[in-house]
């Protein structure tokens, strides 16, 4: 399985970032996965900004969730993140990423990760 | 609001062993939060070590290796090797599709 963040790495202040990972190596519509979006400030912690699930149906964190919109597109295999209105504070390295949610959950596959900048 | 907490930055020697732990303010970690640990090193994506607590990801060596110690998560590195040097993220589940992260560890092996 492999995933890869696409998207412009440059995006201006109060515009809407927007990014999508596509899935190779399976099918995104299956039962026992999340497809989840993390993202990373420079020298930060890793945050959640929330998941999807192959039906739509949709988890933000609660911090974000005002700014978030995540879809899926399953003819394909694709999965995309908005986040609206972004300030300096937006800049990160986002990732894509394979949650399990059948007996387990956690990330098990990771995509490489995009840095997006936001600037004017 | 949910915070996990971590240890900001520890240190171990070569060859020894080292225990960092992962806790919640709101209460005690509990294997029903399917806690997983992932390493990551500058430029890198985060690499899945452990999950449902101690469930070591393929490949990882068994010198890691996950628990609950008291009331909070653990993940205990015996044998520490000099690549071993990462930052160290614990990750609680919090239901419905959401998951926190702690604040990383960043581990100093010297």
């Known amino acids: 399985l492999q995933l890869q963040e696409s998207g412009p790495g440059l995006v201006k202040p109060s515009e809407t970032l927007s990014l999508t990972c596509t899935v190779s190596g399976d099918s995104i519509s299956t039962n026992d996965y999340y497809w989840v979006w993390i993202r990373q400030p420079p020298g930060k912690g890793l945050e959640l900004i929330g998941s999807i699930y192959y039906t739509g149906s949709t988890f933000y964190n609660p911090s974000l969730k005002s700014r978030v919109s995540i879809s899926v597109d399953t003819s394909k295999n694709q999965f995309s993140l908005r986040l609206s209105s972004v300030t300096a504070a937006d800049t990160a390295v986002y990732y894509c990423?394979?949650?399990?949610?059948?007996?387990?959950?956690?990330?098990?596959?990771w995509g490489q990760g995009t840095l997006v900048t936001v600037s004017s | 609001q949910t915070v996990v907490t971590q240890e900001p930055s520890f240190s171990v020697s070569p060859g020894g062993t080292v225990t960092l732990t992962c806790g919640l303010n709101s209460g005690s970690v509990s294997t029903t939060y399917y806690p997983s640990w992932y390493q990551q090193t500058p430029g890198q994506a985060p690499r899945t070590l452990i999950y449902?607590?101690?469930t070591r990801s393929s490949g990882v060596p068994d010198r890691f290796s996950g628990s609950i110690l008291g009331n909070k998560a653990a993940l205990t590195i015996t044998g520490a090797q000099a690549d071993d040097e990462s930052d160290y993220y614990c990750?609680?589940?919090?239901?419905?599709?959401?998951?926190?992260f702690g604040g990383g560890t960043k581990l100093t092996v010297l």
């Open positions: 990423a394979r949650g399990r949610r059948s007996r387990t959950y956690y990330f098990d596959y």
């Open positions: 449902s607590t101690n």
């Open positions: 990750v609680l589940y919090m239901g419905s599709g959401l998951w926190v």
